[in-house]
């Protein structure tokens, strides 16, 4: 698992990206791009590296 500060940071950089993730108006083609499952996958707990 990440650090509580590395996970943090992760997510306020997640968060800088409010046209990805969150709706810019009410009408449809306002919504948010990014599925709630796409955004949970880049701001969970863990990192995978491949070597």
Same mark, same amino acid.
Do not use: N, T, Y
């Given at each position: 698992?990440?650090?509580?500060?590395?996970?943090?940071?992760?997510? #306020? =950089?997640?968060?800088?990206?409010?046209?990805?993730? &969150?709706?810019?108006?009410?009408?449809? %083609? #306002? =919504?948010?791009?990014?599925?709630?499952?796409?955004? &949970?996958?880049?701001?969970?707990?863990? %990192?995978?590296?491949?070597?």
């Amino acid at each position: 698992d990440l650090p509580a500060d590395v996970l943090g940071r992760k997510r #306020d =950089a997640v968060a800088c990206f409010r046209s990805q993730i &969150a709706p810019l108006g009410p009408a449809p %083609e #306002d =919504a948010a791009i990014l599925p709630p499952a796409e955004l &949970a996958h880049h701001v969970r707990d863990f %990192e995978v590296w491949f070597a």
